[in-house]
């Protein structure tokens, strides 16, 4: 134990790994210690490795971990931030924050996304939609396991949720148009359904194309890059057809 | 501060407190510092008092909190303990434990839900059938908030995992029988399709009949008093039918 702590520590870096160490500090606010899994946090599965057993060596497991303790600091978060609301209104707010779109764009802004290690052309907009957000994800989870919890959630608190959130205009602007319309139907005892009435495009750029129906009749169409986001679009044409307020 | 401090501390408790305080010791280890938080995680909102502005005081809140720290304690404990596991069988895992049917298993066992705080017949078995395990993710919430992070996974893992949980059985036994049936279809180019053919009984005692059809050959139907448990009832006589195996 004592000796791995100290080879550790004498081992010298990189040139390639001096740079993430410092582009890490600039992230997380301090240098890492355990400089390996921020590395594995910011290698996606088309890059990784394939040990023995068929185990591979990508992101997927510190994702898995970061998404929940993601997902428990930012409840935390406003559970105290609005000692007032009720736990549906807290729920939502959460799901906008950790919404996939919602962490690709702040894995955007934070420059994780130029940090990943992928397989892949970059200049295409459809490989690996979600890659951004997954390894913030994975990111998380690497803070969580090398600095411990408490850490972990000031880095979230500082540097995401108060760095990069706006939190009166996410909750502004509720941009779940598909609720606003299921909650309309429901309280105006309209049959309403979402189709989805296309597929469009090759394997890996598939298009989907969702049709809002209510009371059997077409309303709107919408697309998008998956079956929700073709979903969500046709249910914001719908929002301004039926004059739908998106304000909650 | 000082004073709220030092009027807690000498503030007589009643006699209900008192057998609360011991009840909660046995539940998570130590006394509660701040009971108010643990009376609050037992009590169900049909037995919640309305305060001014609507806002009511039940475990409702609580519960939003409990249920995230719960999934992230959980989701830490799994990762580490199976180092060499993919993200979708932990995924798998932690979804056998948190969810709704075995936290209401847990609260029984541990002795939860005869502290909770209902309006309601308890004979009933159809009234707040999720009450159980709603309020042991509230006690989850109160004791992070009472405890912190890391007495709260203390309290989870000793407690809850190892304390009533038989991981190698929940591994073994695959109760998920709608997943099954979804990859076997998949695998095998099955069309597939869940229906809910039939609801019979009162708005309170509603029970669903549901059927699995594949190539549009009714399969199985089987009931229960959700959707969910009616499509899991369908698929467990799928499984049997066609003879799908319930090991991962």
Redesign the interface.
């Known amino acids: 134990m004592i000796f791995r702590f100290l080879s550790k520590l004498l081992r010298k870096h990189s040139k390639e790994e001096k740079r993430l160490a410092i582009a890490i500090k600039q992230i997380i606010g301090h240098k890492p210690f355990n400089l390996a899994l921020y590395q594995l946090a910011l290698s996606h599965t088309s890059a990784s490795k394939s040990l023995q057993?068929g185990?591979?060596e990508s992101n997927?497991?510190l994702?898995?971990?970061g998404?929940?303790?993601l997902?428990?600091i930012?409840?935390?978060y406003l559970?105290k931030k609005y000692p007032?609301k009720?736990?549906g209104f807290?729920?939502e707010i959460?799901a906008r924050i950790v919404n996939r779109e919602s962490l690709n764009q702040l894995s955007r802004k934070m420059g994780i996304q130029d940090l990943i290690r992928y397989e892949g052309n970059p200049k295409s907009n459809f490989t690996y939609k979600s890659m951004g957000g997954d390894a913030l994800e994975a990111l998380v989870g690497a803070v969580?396991l090398d600095k411990g919890?408490?850490y972990c959630r000031k880095f979230v608190v500082r540097k995401i949720v108060l760095g990069h959130l706006d939190l009166d205009d996410i909750i502004e602007n509720n941009q779940n148009y598909k609720s606003i319309i299921i909650e309309w139907a429901q309280k105006n005892n309209r049959d309403l359904k979402f189709e989805i009435v296309r597929e469009e495009g090759s394997k890996h750029q598939r298009q989907f194309i969702a049709q809002v129906i209510i009371d059997d009749e077409p309303v709107a169409k919408g697309s998008g890059f998956s079956k929700k986001k073709a979903e969500q679009a046709a249910a914001e044409k719908t929002c301004r057809t039926l004059k739908l307020s998106s304000r909650p």
């Open positions: 057993d185990f591979k997927e497991r994702e898995y971990l998404d929940a303790i997902g428990a930012v409840a935390d559970f007032f009720e736990e807290l729920t959460r969580y919890f408490h």
